[in-house]
């Protein structure tokens, strides 16, 4: 058995690994799944998604990662289709309270395994990115209209207060007390 970030791969009867060539892809998540949940190969991208796994749990069990479709849904399924497709579409994996993260991906069935081919979808990344930066730019404006403002209330504050000091000198030579020591 080997482990990597904390999750033991159980490797046995498993006739072929997951190709070195796709090993250390980050952007693409491939792992062959026993039907029971045993992880028993998956490269970085996979293993990418488990990072709120418990370091202290030592089994491969995943099942819980797949937040929506939910494992059972698919892993007791078969087909008879020549592709060998269970399941095709968007995967949601997560754990517990932490974040969910969506990728495209497609399921297999891989003997008696399942085989999970599943990638970011870079094309909605990119527009995230665009929006991110439109918003970072936006709050960048905002800031810097913050300070502005906060400048021009200071400087208000300091016109206010000079005028009720000249209001409380001029009420104060106007008053009837004032005008009888002028008399």
């Known amino acids: 058995m080997n482990t990597w970030n904390d999750i ?37 991208g996979f293993f990418n998604l488990t990072a709120n796994r418990d370091p202290g749990e030592t089994t491969a069990d995943v099942r819980d990662l797949f937040v929506n479709p939910r494992f059972y849904q698919f892993a ?19 754990r517990g309270d932490g974040p969910v993260v969506s990728l495209k991906g497609t399921i297999y069935t891989h003997d008696d395994d399942l085989l999970v081919v599943a990638e970011y979808d870079v094309a909605e990344l990119e527009r995230l990115s665009a929006t991110l930066w439109r918003l970072n730019q936006d709050l960048e404006e905002n800031q810097h209209e913050v300070v502005r403002l ?11 207060a000079a005028a009720l000091r000249d209001r409380d000198t001029l009420l104060e030579a106007l008053s009837p007390r004032n005008e009888s020591r002028n008399t």
């Open 8 to 44: 033991e791969v159980v490797e046995e009867s498993l006739e072929q690994p997951i190709p070195a060539s796709i090993r250390d892809l980050a952007a693409v998540a491939v792992a062959v799944i026993g039907r029971d949940g045993t992880l028993r190969d998956a490269n970085r």
């Open 76 to 94: 007791a399924r078969h087909t008879k289709r020549r592709d060998r497709v269970i399941y095709r579409g968007i995967l949601n994996f997560g």
């Open 150 to 160: 906060r400048r021009e209330v200071k400087h208000e504050r300091t016109l206010a």
